[in-house]
T-cell receptor, first 113, second 108 residues
Framework: DVKVTQSSRYLVKRTGEKVFLECVQDMDHENMFWYRQDPGLGLRLIYFSYDVKMKEKGDIPEGYSVSREKKERFSLILESASTNQTSMYLC????????????FGPGTRLTVT | KNEVEQSPQNLTAQEGEFITINCSYSVGISALHWLQQHPGGGIVSLFMLSSGKKKHGRLIATINIQEKHSSLHITASHPRDSAVYICAVREGGNKLVFGAGTILRVKS
């Protein structure tokens, strides 16, 4: 059974803290994504990676960075957390080819106080 | 950039009712996805369409490429169908553009 896991389901951090969100997939997928989900806005792409050490900005990269040192792991970093980064963060990886199915992690609900 | 609009935003139905959720988009696409998100966050893929119609159990998805419109139908709805249903389009490559989602509640 395919699986995408995220390091935390719930996280509370203080303004200014550095925050690491980790995502691991066991499907040998090359493409991985970080989204944030806010009410009424849907999922918005923060960053994606199409290979180890490769990354591209999505639609809302400001205030975030990413790291992909190994194929199975894609990390999202909030360099200095702010209250407007309070959100649900979802990681996904994609099966390319005929299906192009995205597999999502369970999400991390981050609250920045 | 593609604009993806879903309607309705919220939907409450009685158990057994036939449900339709609509999705329209503004720019030509290579495929359209329907996703389901249950309370607690996990998202699962229901369908990927590039033309015509697909059926899986009580769920049916259709797409009209010319009209840039897709519908997701649920027949004989059940309370366990309560979830957020999300439409997403792929223009090319591997990135998706998502609609805001439709919150469905099915009452028994």
């Amino acid at each position: 059974d395919v699986k995408v896991t995220q390091s935390s389901r719930y996280l509370v951090k203080r303004t200014g803290e550095k925050v690491f969100l980790e995502c691991v997939q066991d499907m040998d997928h090359e493409n991985m994504f970080w989204y944030r989900q806010d009410p009424g806005l849907g999922l918005r792409l923060i960053y994606f990676s199409y290979d180890v050490k490769m990354k591209e900005k999505g639609d809302i990269p400001e205030g975030y960075s990413v790291s992909r040192e190994k194929k199975e792991r894609f990390s999202l970093i909030l360099e200095s957390a702010s209250t407007n980064q309070t959100s649900m963060y979802l990681c996904a990886s994609i099966q390319t080819g005929d299906s192009y199915e995205q597999y999502f992690g369970p999400g991390t609900r981050l609250t920045v106080t | 950039k593609n604009e993806v609009e879903q309607s309705p935003q919220n939907l409450t139905a009685q158990e057994g009712e036939f449900i339709t959720i609509n999705c329209s988009y503004s720019v030509g696409i290579s495929a359209l996805h329907w996703l389901q998100q249950h309370p607690g966050g996990g998202i699962v893929s229901l369908f990927m369409l590039s033309s015509g119609k697909k059926k899986h159990g009580r769920l049916i998805a259709t797409i009209n490429i010319q009209e840039k419109h897709s519908s997701l139908h649920i027949t004989a709805s059940h309370p366990r169908d309560s979830a957020v249903y999300i439409c997403a389009v792929r223009e090319g490559g591997n990135k998706l553009v998502f609609g805001a989602g439709t919150i469905l509640r099915v009452k028994s």
